[in-house]
């Protein structure tokens, strides 16, 4: 069964420090994946997408098939960057998106 | 360009009534995607429409169900209601015959039901 895991459901880091949030997925193909983000009072929205290899607002996320995992990196967290972080898989032939639970990250000043 | 527009935005109905919530997908779009998400869970898929045909189905019972429209509108109707379906409905529009580039969503609408 095609699955997205996200360990934490809260991140709480200070401004200026690193960020990593986790993605798991499990799924035989090849997936396409993707980071989504919802800022207080606003809706969902794309981040970024595996296959445009990327760095938006200064994440990034590569997708190790190995370790079936797409973590989400920002080397230096800001305030603007609270918000719920989804990661979602798409299966090759279908446009069903599967998301995780949600983490909830929280930069402190 | 505009966006994804769901209405309404809240609505409360009593158990074993019915819903219809309506969605106007992004100009250009011609592939709609209704999600429940329950407070505190990811989206979770319910259907999908291309050229105005259901286009994939999740674990949800046949009284949820759906339309679009050849403006590519459309709607999510939820018959017989129960206390479960109470959750954020979200509607999503692509273009598909192209790259996927993911979907915009809209706010949602938040179904209580009582």
């Known amino acids: 069964a095609q699955r997205v895991t996200q360990p934490e459901k809260l991140l709480s880091v200070f401004k200026g420090a690193p960020v990593e949030l986790k993605c798991n997925y499990s799924?035989?193909?090849?997936?396409?994946l993707f980071w989504y983000v919802q800022y207080s009072r606003q809706r969902l929205q794309l981040l970024l997408r595996?296959?445009s290899r990327e760095s938006i607002k200064g994440f990034t996320a590569d997708l190790n098939k190995g370790e079936t995992s797409f973590h989400l990196k920002k080397p230096f967290a800001q305030e603007e960057d609270s918000a719920m972080y989804y990661c979602?898989?798409?299966?090759?032939?279908?446009?069903?998106?599967?998301f995780g639970q949600g983490t909830t990250l929280q930069v402190k000043p | 360009e505009t966006g994804v527009t769901q209405s309404p935005t809240h609505l409360i109905k009593t158990r074993g009534q019915q819903v219809t919530l309506r969605c106007s997908s992004q100009?250009?779009?011609?592939?709609v995607s209704w999600y429940q998400q329950a407070l505190g869970q990811g989206p979770q898929f319910i259907f999908q429409?291309?050229?105005?045909?259901?286009?994939g189905r999740g674990n949800f019972p046949p009284r949820f169900s759906g339309l679009q429209f050849p403006n590519y509108s459309s709607e999510l109707n939820v018959n017989a209601l129960e206390l479960d379906d109470s959750a954020l409905y979200l509607c999503?529009?692509?273009?598909?015959?192209?790259?996927?580039?993911?979907?915009?969503f809209g706010s949602g609408t938040r179904l209580t039901v009582v």
């Open positions: 999503a529009s692509s273009y598909r015959d192209r790259v996927f580039f993911g979907y915009t």
């Open positions: 799924y035989s193909g090849s997936p396409e």
């Open positions: 595996h296959i």
């Open positions: 979602a898989l798409k299966r090759s032939n279908t446009g069903k998106l599967i």
């Open positions: 100009s250009g779009h011609n592939t």
């Open positions: 429409y291309y050229r105005e045909e259901e286009n």
